[in-house]
Every structure is written in C-alpha cells, then in structure tokens.
Nanobody, 122 residues
C-alpha cells in the first residue's frame, strides 16, 4: 500500500489543522494506521492509532483530548484533526500502515508516507 500525507502548514498556537493520509494500492481496510511525528533533532514519536475498521483508537498522552484520528475506508483516507495546537506540536507528521494489532512502535509499521510539515507559531 502507498501512502501520501498532506494538510500540514503554518498555524498560530491555539489553532487547528486537519491532516490527510491518502492510500492507494492494496485494500486499505486491511491495515491499521498510525500517525507519527518527528521534530528537529528528536526521534520519531507515536501520535495516534486507528484500527482497520476505525472502532479502536489510541493517542499519545500529550495529544489526548486535542487530536482526533478517524478514517473513511470507502475513500481510502485517514484523518488527523488537530485542535488547540501548541508550539511543541511542531514537527513533520507521517502516516504509516501495518497489519495486525495495535502498536506505538514505528518499526512495526511496514508502510510510510512522505510526511507533511506542521509549524505552530507562538
């Protein structure tokens, strides 16, 4: 499966952005999907996860209550709605797909998009 992330941009603190992860290739509904991010000089970190059918979601603690992950399998798309953004949310955001059960380890995701930059100004 091929993934393409989009929707990043520059936003002021307290603002919102919606990221998109468009999939092509194999049946997207066969894959669980995660969002990860990597800030300059830091390791890639888990942000959010959604199961194949969208029934189960998990979030990193610092984004819980502010970010919402969702998906529309009919459109082969996963979304990350980000509200109340903070400067520390600034990073390149990646979507990734995997078979099997939940994981917050990047190495367990076999398929990756190219990333989209989110910059939050103070």
């Amino acid at each position: 499966v091929q993934l393409q992330a989009s929707g990043g941009g520059l936003v002021q603190a307290g603002g919102s952005l919606r990221l998109f992860c468009a999939a092509s290739g194999r049946t997207f509904s066969s894959y669980a999907t995660g969002w990860f991010r990597q800030a300059p000089g830091k390791e890639r970190e888990f942000v959010a996860y959604i199961s194949r059918n969208g029934a189960t979601t998990y979030y990193q603690g610092s984004v819980k209550g502010r970010f919402t992950i969702s998906r529309t399998n009919a459109k082969n798309t996963v979304y990350l709605q980000m509200n109340s953004l903070k400067p520390k949310d600034t990073a390149v955001y990646y979507c990734a797909a995997k078979e099997g059960v939940y994981s917050d380890y990047a190495r367990e995701y076999a398929y990756w998009g190219q990333g989209t930059l989110v910059t939050v100004s103070s």
